[in-house]
Nanobody
Framework: QVQLMESGGGSVETGDSLKLSCTASGGISPTCGLGWYRQVPGKTYQGPGGRQLIASIRSDGTITYEDSVKGRFAISRDNAKNTLYLQMNSLKTEDTGVYYC???????????????WGQGTQVTVSS
């Protein structure tokens, strides 16, 4: 199973920017939709890992964002590098959490998209 690894998090102030990266230990099928998820202590969501889906990108390039990050975050992928990115601009305190990458909810149960969760990367935004 392909292992994912997130990086790029950090402690920043409101209004700052961060760029997260997600690399894979092996190849990711370009047919797999991918997503960035956020985990916040005490909160559980329906869907993969019980984490909140923040942004997703399908194989056809269709992109979806959670309402609170629209206009501020941008998801992209480089299939040649098996890497997923999340550009985070105008950060707010409510963006704080541990960010993970994984297959998106549609691809999550497909055998070709069996991707293991990484350790996540912590993003802390302070005012």
């Amino acid at each position: 199973q392909v292992q994912l690894m997130e990086s790029g998090g950090g402690s920043v102030e409101t209004g700052d920017s961060l760029k997260l990266s997600c690399t894979a230990s092996g190849g990711i099928s370009p047919t797999c939709g991918l997503g960035w998820y956020r985990q916040v202590p005490g909160k559980t969501y329906q869907g993969p890992g019980g984490r909140q889906l923040i942004a997703s990108i399908r194989s056809d390039g269709t992109i979806t964002y959670e309402d609170s990050v629209k206009g501020r975050f941008a998801i992209s992928r480089d299939n040649a590098k098996n890497t997923l990115y999340l550009q985070m601009n105008s950060l707010k305190t409510e963006d704080t959490g541990v960010y993970y990458c994984a297959a998106d909810p549609i691809s999550y149960t497909h055998y070709m998209c069996a991707l293991s969760w990484g350790q996540g990367t912590q993003v802390t935004v302070s005012s």
